[in-house]
């Protein structure tokens, strides 16, 4: 068994009374897709912004790679752009276009000459399917578009591990798959990835794991198969019992 990729052991941390995060211990090998599912306030996004440091822990360890996370400056910056984090909202800079976008953390963080940095961005926003939009700036896209650029861009850091926070809840029906579709394909391609989502249908379809989250805790964890058709905890059949009759 190769030394997993990201580690949580003993994660505690609380927003005033609220225990948002209860003795979380988990672990994601390397190419793993692990989607972590769970009611409104189960602590998943919290567990998905401690993992980049978004949010601090009180008190247990977060490791990447074998590292601790840094407290700040240099080293944070450095850790982060080897976690890509993709959020429900789009967080593009307005002012510069699709493909500025993507180039500037290569340029700026990675010292990428800036015509490799384009050409790499190029490829990326192809992968995506928004090359033709590469001029244009993040107004003229559709929330599907925009949300396939920020994945683009996390890509173009060449992440060790990708974190997604409900990267779909924003976005009109219809785009939904459109991004979903990029998500698979990095899953098949071996991305490590860690996806907080309520989409069912992609958890099924790309995830080695479900994560199951109520009340700050992982309640359980097995393979999509397992969980979705056996799942063992009560509160785990409520909750599919609850979205999966609609």
């Given amino acids: ?27 994601i090998g390397k190419g793993e897709v692990v989607v972590v599912i769970g009611p409104s306030g189960s602590g998943k996004s919290t567990l998905c912004r401690a993992i980049n440091r978004l949010e601090t822990v009180e008190s247990g360890t977060i490791t990447i790679d074998g590292k601790a996370l840094p407290e700040e400056g240099k080293a944070l ?19 510069k276009t699709i493909l500025d976008n993507v180039t500037l ?9 800036k015509a490799d940095a384009e050409k790499r961005g190029m490829e990326l926003l192809e992968r995506v399917g928004v090359a033709q939009q590469a001029q244009k700036f993040p107004a003229q896209l559709s929330g599907g578009q925009q949300q396939r650029v920020a994945i683009a861009r996390s890509l173009a850091m060449d992440p060790k591990v990708m974190l997604f926070d409900e990267p779909t809840s924003a976005l009109d029906p219809e785009m939904i798959n459109e991004v979903l579709d990029v998500m698979v394909g990095l899953a098949k391609e071996g991305m490590t990835m860690i996806v907080v989502t309520h989409e069912m249908g992609f958890a099924r379809k790309a995830a080695n794991r479900v994560v199951f989250m109520a009340d700050g805790q992982i309640v359980e964890e097995n393979t999509p198969e397992e969980f979705f058709t056996h799942p063992k905890s009560d509160r785990a059949k409520d909750f599919l019992g609850k979205i999966l009759t609609h």
Avoid: C, W, Y
Wanted: hydrophobic content about 45%; aromatic content about 8%.
């Fill in 1 to 27: 068994m190769t030394e997993p990729l990201v580690v949580l052991k003993d994660v505690q941390k609380h927003f005033g009374d609220l225990h948002v995060l209860r003795d979380i211990n988990l672990e």
């Fill in 77 to 95: 910056a450095q850790l982060r752009a080897d976690v890509g984090m993709v959020f429900q909202s789009f967080n593009l800079f307005a002012h």
């Fill in 105 to 113: 953390g290569p340029i700026k963080v990675r010292k990428q000459k």
